[in-house]
């Protein structure tokens, strides 16, 4: 049996709410609240950055379950806020949780499904005998232009997950993916912010990826949403998720335990994962998951899995929850969010 | 061991000194005090110069050997070097010429310290001077100087109910203090409640807690004490010189209230000068800021451990009060250039102890004690000095 | 160069990585290869001991005038935490509001960025402290 042997979240603390972005741009915060679904988003401090997310995400982990760091084969790190363009993140996530030297590790970038890449990588070296525990996390400090419509989604977070073959208490039945390449969002080389191709990110490549991994799995799986207690879609905004699932037949019931983006933005390669992490947070053995991630670009990786038995002997309550840390919010003015994100022009910077 | 004594005194007004650099300070006072032991300068056997950042600030190491250069004596190939020990670089040169002349190696040594601090943006120097701390496991943290003196603060407050009124005391004394000396770079009276609404730097300290950026220097010239006075009629004995240490963070000390290196170097001073605390007639403290001069004052006998507060709330630390503590203003208002604080200390003390403090003298002082630290008095320097 | 100093004291700061005396048991930290208290029974023989990264406030103050660095942080929150196994620890508490720290709070280490070279230089990495809720 091949699957989850422990997962961690971390979201940071500060959070700034739609209304007062919308307040800066003249927007109306009820259209961005009732259309998307965005309530609030998580920020990070200014100490805060993709390896730091990481880095206790996967401490996170570490707590529930204390496996043996040296036994850690493999560490994949999913994001597209790395801290370095060149220089990885993994080697830093590596010598924190103490799993040098003996371990490979590198970056991964997909959009928003750099995380699940991660995920499908580590299983595929347990699977095949390579390591014994491979690390996959999902982690960002993403960021939308200021004024752009993404500003009041992109946001900060990551989950961690070990795979596993013993102790396991979320089997990855079976993973699957669709690959195109849609250009729905992308940021060149040496940019800031990204773009994006507005509503060209709806049907064509949110909804045309997400659906087909899902209607696929179903398919390979002979199952149907009903099969399910819960699923996660990737959540860019809180409305894309809930369109998909209501497409695929699937009830709001379903989908609303994994549904942190109204509170905590998307926090790209934490995005579907952090859902699965919350939904895992209630599970209970025999509980079966469709979880399916998106990444611009274009992609969807999709897992079937199911909580075993051996959840009942595991110290969830080790580590704080995602809801916990939902509740934990604090929340910011603009200005100090322009603070935290390094978006003043400090003495000495040049002017442009 | 030979008697010491220092027979000359001199030092630059502390300040802004826009117009002068570190070797035109430096020299000056240097000169000063040759010209004060009625010797000239090529009579200098050797030299020790204190300064704490030159090499960081202005790029400048190989001090000694410039400013002796400067002062007209490379001709003269008189041996120069510099001592660091960070706020205590001053003390410490003192220590290190006070060693050679009472050992017999040398007769006339020339003790200076200089310090400039205005050439650099405020934010360098507080960088630099972050440095006396462990840059490693402090300053990389985000450890300011002020933040561990603002620690040991909280500390006190908490451990012995010392209050925030009682520790403004004492750069209220050290304003009234330097109100009255012409040298000193502060001499405007200040009030308690004004130090409570300064500026906070790093809670509960403010602005007023913490002295000055200084540019300055000061130096002294010893001799033996068999012939001072061929050169003077008002000798002034080093009847102590003490030098500790102690853990250099405050993180790693069993109590950060008291420190044990000041309270060895109080002891070891009081046995080699064979007096007691009450033996002392007035005190330079290092109050870099008012807490350390508070904590100093304890752990130097002069008040029972935790009763520092209250001994200045009673305005016992004014002129006039039981034990005057830095009637020339202190680093806190006299000011602070780090390299020069240590020997202007004992520049301030020969003033009075001859008598010559003006408006300032402590009356009838005839025994004083220099205590001056580097850092959060990781290195202290402990000198008694009497007339003879 | 700073590159050779940062990634030396890696283990230590990411991991808070101190030492542990063989002959008395004392743990310190920051590390140091010599035991005050046992001297030449300790060199070379002390071993490293990871802390659990639990501690209490032991002292702390509100910074307003930063070093070189922390310009973004400002103002924040210096302690010294006195760590469960005994040495205590200078580190900022973040996520805390200086009105809400006092002495005897419980916190716990979190990885944060310290600081960086430039911003073309390398990222310092290390512990700092929240309040352990």
Same mark, same amino acid.
């Given at each position: ?184 969002? @992308? ?42 207690? @819960? ?74 899995? =199911? ?46 | ?12 007004? $502390?300040?802004?000194? @826009? ?45 000694? =050997? ?60 507080? /960088? ?14 985000? *450890? =300011? ?38 040298? *000193? ?23 007023? /807690? ?179 | ?5 940062? @990634? ?34 300790? $060199? ?64 716990? *280490? ?24």
């Amino acid at each position: 049996m091949v699957g989850i042997v422990t997962y961690g979240s971390y979201i940071p603390k500060y959070r700034i709410r739609t209304e007062e972005i919308a307040r800066v741009w003249g927007d109306n915060p009820e259209r961005v609240k009732k259309g998307l679904r965005l309530i609030s988003k998580s920020v990070p401090a200014p100490d805060e950055d993709t390896a730091t997310i990481a880095v206790e995400a996967a401490r996170n982990a570490l707590r529930r379950r204390r496996i043996d760091p040296q036994e850690i084969g493999a560490i994949f790190v999913g994001s597209e806020s790395h801290p370095y363009a060149v220089k990885p993140t993994a080697t830093i996530v590596a010598e924190a949780i103490g799993a040098t030297p003996f371990l490979t590790a590198a970056d991964l970038e997909f959009a928003c499904k750099a995380g699940t890449a991660g995920m499908q990588a580590v299983y595929g070296m347990v699977k095949a005998g390579m390591i014994k525990y491979g690390v996959a996390i999902g982690a960002d400090t993403s960021q939308g232009a200021p004024g752009d419509a993404l500003e009041y989604s992109a946001s900060a977070g990551g989950t961690a997950f070990v795979i596993g073959k013993e102790n396991v208490i979320a089997e990855i039945n079976h993973t699957l993916s669709v690959t195109t390449d849609t250009p729905d969002f @992308w940021r060149r080389e040496g940019q800031m912010y990204p773009r994006h191709g507005g509503r060209f990110t709806g049907e064509p490549a949110y909804f045309y990826h997400v659906l087909t991994a899902a209607r696929k799995m179903m398919e390979v799986m002979g199952t149907e949403p009903k099969d399910y207690r @819960w699923a996660v879609f990737h959540q860019p905004n809180g409305k894309f998720p809930l369109a998909a699932a209501k497409r695929l037949g699937f009830t709001e019931e379903q989908v609303k335990k994994g549904l942190v983006t109204p509170y905590i933005g998307n926090t790209y390669s934490g995005s579907m994962v952090t859902g699965l992490s919350a939904v895992l947070d209630h599970a209970e053995p025999g509980d079966r998951i469709l979880a399916v991630s998106f990444g611009s670009g274009a992609g969807s990786d999709a897992f079937d899995i =199911t909580v075993t038995d051996e959840m009942a002997n595991y110290d969830r309550n080790a580590a704080p929850g995602v809801w916990d840390q939902i509740e934990r919010g604090e929340f910011i003015d603009y200005a100090l969010y322009v603070k935290f994100r390094k978006m003043l022009r400090m003495g000495g910077d040049p002017i442009a | 061991m030979r008697d010491v004594a220092i027979i000359g005194i001199g030092q630059t007004k $502390y300040g802004e000194h @826009w117009k002068r650099s570190l070797r035109d300070l430096a020299v000056e006072a240097g000169l000063k005090a040759v010209e004060d032991a009625n010797i000239y300068a090529k009579e200098i056997d050797a030299i020790f110069g204190g300064n704490m950042a030159a090499g960081t600030v202005i790029g400048q190491d190989h001090l000694a =050997t410039i400013i002796a250069d400067f002062a007209g004596l490379a001709e003269h190939n008189v041996p120069a070097v510099k001592v660091e020990a960070a706020c205590g670089s001053g003390g410490a040169a003192l220590h290190m010429g006070f060693m050679a002349v009472a050992s017999g190696l040398y007769d006339m040594v020339l003790v200076g310290g200089v310090e400039k601090m205005t050439d650099v943006p405020g934010e360098h120097m507080t /960088d630099a001077l972050a440095s006396a701390a462990d840059r490693e496991w402090e300053v990389t943290f985000g *450890a =300011t100087f002020p933040s561990l003196g603002a620690m040991m603060a909280r500390r006190h407050m908490y451990e012995y109910g010392t209050t925030r009124e009682q520790l403004a005391m004492f750069p209220v004394v050290a304003h009234e203090n330097a109100s009255k000396n012409p040298m *000193a770079q502060l001499r405007n009276r200040i009030t308690v409640e004004k130090v409570l609404n300064a500026p906070v730097i790093a809670d509960p300290l403010t602005l007023l /807690d913490c002295s000055p950026i200084t540019d300055g220097a000061a130096a002294v010239v010893l001799a033996p004490m068999e012939v001072a006075r061929k050169y003077t009629d008002t000798p002034v004995k080093i009847s102590a010189s003490v030098a500790t240490t102690d853990y250099i963070s405050i993180h790693s000390r069993p109590s950060i209230t008291t420190v044990k290196a000041n309270v060895e170097a109080g002891r070891k001073a009081y046995r080699m000068a064979g007096v007691g605390p009450g033996d002392i007639d007035f005190v330079e403290l290092h109050d870099a800021f008012s807490i350390i001069s508070l904590i100093a004052l304890e752990d130097l006998g002069f008040v029972e451990k935790g009763q520092g507060g209250k001994f200045a709330e009673e305005g016992q630390i004014a002129l006039g009060g039981k034990l005057p503590v830095n009637p020339s203003g202190g680093l806190k208002a006299k000011g602070h250039p780090v390299g020069a604080t240590g020997v202007g200390q004992v520049v301030e003390t020969v003033i009075q102890l001859r008598g010559e403090a003006g408006e300032r003298q402590v009356d009838g002082a005839k025994r004083a004690l220099t205590h001056n630290v580097g850092g959060t008095a990781s290195s202290v320097f402990v000198h008694i000095l009497e007339v003879v | 160069m700073v590159v050779p100093r940062v @990634w030396r004291e890696r283990v230590a700061r990411y991991r808070m990585v101190g030492k542990k005396c063989p002959a008395c048991g004392k743990v310190y930290f920051p590390p140091r290869d010599v035991c005050p208290t046992c001297h030449r029974e300790s $060199y070379g023989k002390m071993e490293d001991v990871e802390l659990s990264g639990r501690g209490k406030v032991y002292s702390y103050t509100v910074v307003y005038q930063n070093v070189l660095g922390y310009e973004l942080q400002k103002p924040y929150i210096m302690a010294i935490v006195e760590m469960e196994e005994g040495p205590r620890v200078t580190g900022q508490i973040v996520d805390c509001r200086p009105e809400d720290v006092e002495i005897g709070m419980p916190v716990r *280490a979190v990885f944060r960025r310290l600081g960086e070279e430039g911003k073309d230089g390398v990222i310092v990495y290390g512990y700092k402290f929240v309040p352990d809720l």
